[in-house]
Nanobody, 115 residues
Framework: QVQLVESGGGLVQAGGSLRLSCAASGGVFSLDAMGWYRQAPGKQREWVAYLHSSGTTAYADSKRARFALSGDSAKNRVYLQMDSLSPEDTAVYYC?????????WGQGTQVTVSS
């Protein structure tokens, strides 16, 4: 059974940085694609960054200047470096993985940015 486990969330002051990580477990050697999504209180889940099967990355326009996704070539681990955080970035951040026709989601990690 594939599981995605996130870590690295926490409380940070505005202007600070955090680095989130996500690792696939359950005997998975590689995924086809991985990404990061987030859900703020009272909001719907939105995509933040994505690692395509080709190895290229994509970012939501509002995140591109501050967030950076990285991962290993096997696509079983990804990171999200977040800089210049603001209270608007407060949300639960979810790791996403795709393997063939199946989608997988992590349990989420809380990121709270204080003023």
């Amino acid at each position: 059974q594939v599981q995605l486990v996130e870590s690295g969330g926490g409380l940070v002051q505005a202007g600070g940085s955090l680095r989130l990580s996500c690792a696939a477990s359950g005997g998975v050697f590689s995924l086809d694609a991985m990404g990061w999504y987030r859900q703020a209180p009272g909001k719907q889940r939105e995509w933040v960054a994505y690692l395509h099967s080709s190895g290229t990355t994509a970012y939501a326009d509002s995140k591109r200047a501050r967030f950076a996704l990285s991962g290993d070539s096997a696509k079983n681990r990804v990171y999200l470096q977040m800089d210049s955080l603001s209270p608007e970035d407060t949300a639960v951040y979810y790791c996403y993985g795709r393997l063939g026709r199946l989608d997988y989601w992590g349990q989420g990690t809380q990121v709270t940015v204080s003023s």
